[in-house]
């Protein structure tokens, strides 16, 4: 979208409040809840606020899908509805798949594609922009907009992007995330975690680097003539420049390196108080303290860590369960994830 926009072209930013009320159950077996009002308004500043980070608010026009789907009269629909086949909508792979396996799909659901697909009659787009898992919705559009008596539009589709692990799509609810959002800090860290072959893929989807330049920087990682871990910080530096700049993303490279590659204590560290109920007549409870500071996401867990080596406090590797000896203040390290934890008397 921004490429287009540099290029002159007026982009269209479309929030789909409108069939958010419907529930698009793209990439699932199962019905997806409508959402509220609440939800969809909080939702739409969320999404211009992180879309303004790329775009230009000035050459960006954003519009509300529930301005011509409010509108359609019950004849409207009717109408729309006529000009697709139940057949064809069950072509999508998540409906075809659900209809052989017996699972029900409710009719509302149906309308789904054909809502969104009067969203290009609407704006008279010629083309639309979206994920892969959104090919079929864009394909309708052309079809409805044939049947509106407009050119059918250009369908334009981009990959799903892997999220940190590498295996899933990128979501929040995985936590496999980067929050475009989020401080520079906290955006290279994640990005100088992912797997070395990710990062290739990280440079396709993410950067405008070509293919043919990606394909030299990999044929230099394989030679051996480039550390993959220095064409990974090259390509966060890229992406932090590109969601808060350059200087940025120096200083997110320096605090990278200071952290993690020197070992030194982050500067931005949180500091938490001691929580209730970690310490014992025998000292403090470290798996508690880092279950309850969110160090670790259970006691066992914790424990698990510490007798993997994976626990520090004040730089020694802690060994025992139990802290006999505990200083006013501590600086606990799990892994890549850092506390400074006050006692007090």
Same mark, same amino acid.
């Given at each position: 979208?921004?490429?287009?926009?540099?290029?002159?072209?007026?982009?269209?930013?479309?929030?789909? %409040?409108?069939? #958010?009320?419907?529930?698009?159950?793209?990439?699932?077996?199962?019905?997806?809840?409508?959402?509220?009002?609440?939800?969809?308004?909080?939702?739409?500043?969320?999404?211009?606020?992180?879309?303004?980070?790329?775009?230009?608010?000035?050459?960006?026009?954003? /519009?509300?899908?529930?301005?011509?789907?409010?509108?359609?009269? !019950?004849? +409207?629909?009717?109408?729309?509805?006529?000009?697709?086949?139940? =057949?064809?909508?069950?072509?999508?792979?998540?409906?075809?798949?659900?209809?052989?396996?017996?699972?029900?799909?409710?009719?509302?659901?149906?309308?789904?594609?054909?809502?969104?697909?009067? %969203?290009?009659? #609407?704006?008279?787009? +010629?083309?639309?922009?979206?994920?892969?898992?959104?090919?079929?919705?864009?394909?309708?559009?052309?079809?409805?907009?044939? %049947? !509106?008596?407009?050119?059918?539009?250009?369908?334009?589709?981009?990959?799903?992007?892997?999220?940190?692990?590498?295996?899933?799509?990128?979501?929040?609810?995985?936590?496999?995330?980067?929050?475009?959002?989020?401080?520079?800090?906290?955006?290279?860290?994640?990005?100088?975690?992912?797997?070395?072959?990710?990062?290739?893929?990280? !440079?396709?989807?993410?950067?405008?680097?070509?293919? #043919? %330049?990606?394909?030299?920087?990999?044929?230099?990682?394989?030679?051996?003539?480039?550390?993959?871990?220095?064409?990974?910080?090259?390509?966060? /530096?890229?992406?932090?420049?590109?969601?808060?700049?350059?200087?940025? =993303? =120096?200083?997110?490279?320096?605090?990278?390196?200071?952290?993690?590659?020197?070992?030194?204590?982050?500067? +931005?560290?949180?500091?938490?108080?001691?929580?209730?109920?970690?310490?014992?007549? #025998?000292?403090?409870?470290?798996?508690?303290?880092?279950?309850?500071?969110?160090?670790?996401?259970?006691?066992?867990?914790?424990?698990?860590?510490?007798?993997?080596?994976?626990?520090?406090?004040?730089?020694?590797?802690?060994?025992?369960?139990?802290?006999?000896?505990?200083?006013?203040?501590?600086?606990?390290?799990?892994?890549?994830?850092?506390?400074?934890?006050?006692?007090?008397?």
């Amino acid at each position: 979208m921004k490429h287009f926009q540099d290029l002159g072209h007026t982009v269209i930013f479309l929030i789909g %409040d409108g069939t #958010a009320k419907i529930g698009d159950p793209t990439g699932r077996n199962i019905t997806r809840p409508p959402m509220t009002r609440e939800q969809i308004e909080s939702n739409a500043e969320t999404y211009k606020q992180q879309v303004f980070k790329v775009l230009d608010r000035e050459k960006t026009v954003v /519009r509300y899908n529930s301005e011509w789907l409010d509108a359609l009269r !019950y004849e +409207d629909i009717i109408r729309l509805c006529a000009k697709y086949t139940v =057949a064809r909508l069950l072509e999508r792979d998540d409906f075809s798949t659900r209809f052989k396996e017996g699972t029900p799909i409710s009719v509302h659901e149906l309308l789904y594609p054909l809502a969104q697909a009067y %969203d290009s009659v #609407a704006t008279r787009c +010629d083309v639309e922009l979206g994920g892969t898992d959104q090919k079929f919705n864009l394909l309708v559009g052309r079809e409805i907009q044939r %049947d !509106y008596g407009l050119p059918p539009q250009i369908v334009a589709t981009t990959p799903l992007l892997e999220g940190l692990d590498g295996v899933n799509k990128m979501s929040k609810s995985l936590g496999n995330y980067v929050g475009i959002t989020e401080p520079p800090e906290v955006m290279f860290r994640k990005l100088m975690s992912i797997g070395d072959d990710l990062t290739f893929r990280y !440079y396709e989807l993410l950067t405008d680097v070509s293919m #043919a %330049d990606i394909a030299r920087l990999r044929e230099r990682v394989a030679r051996g003539e480039l550390h993959p871990m220095q064409a990974k910080m090259d390509l966060a /530096r890229s992406i932090v420049a590109d969601f808060h700049s350059a200087a940025d =993303a =120096a200083r997110a490279a320096e605090e990278f390196n200071r952290v993690v590659r020197q070992r030194e204590v982050p500067s +931005d560290l949180e500091t938490m108080p001691l929580p209730e109920g970690v310490r014992s007549a #025998a000292g403090l409870r470290i798996p508690q303290l880092l279950a309850k500071t969110g160090l670790a996401p259970s006691v066992s867990e914790a424990t698990r860590k510490i007798k993997e080596g994976a626990v520090e406090i004040n730089g020694s590797r802690v060994a025992d369960l139990v802290l006999t000896q505990v200083p006013a203040e501590m600086i606990v390290q799990v892994g890549k994830k850092w506390l400074r934890v006050t006692v007090g008397q």
